[in-house]
């Protein structure tokens, strides 16, 4: 669950792509190898599913280059 994995916010996007569909996920954590381990191991029954559809679902991983990353610290 997204407590376990120290997850803050997470998304999924569906894109309708020239080649196909493309998966879009974005995970909000403090530490993604820790996230990844806690995924990994956890015995949640949601997590189970998830782990179960993003083996069908994904395919080979393409490049991806950051253009923006925003954090607000503190009050605006």
Partial sequence: ????????HEQAYLIDGAD??????V???????QSERAAE??????DADHRRVMAVALGDRVPAELLLDLTVVGPP
């Avoid at 669950?1 to 803050?8: A, S």
Wanted: proline fraction near 7%.
């Fill in 1 to 8: 669950m997204l407590m376990d994995e120290g997850c803050r």
């Fill in 41 to 46: 191991a956890s015995e949640h029954p949601i």
């Fill in 20 to 25: 196909g569909p493309v998966l879009v996920y």
């Fill in 27 to 33: 995970m909000e954590v403090a530490e993604i190898e």
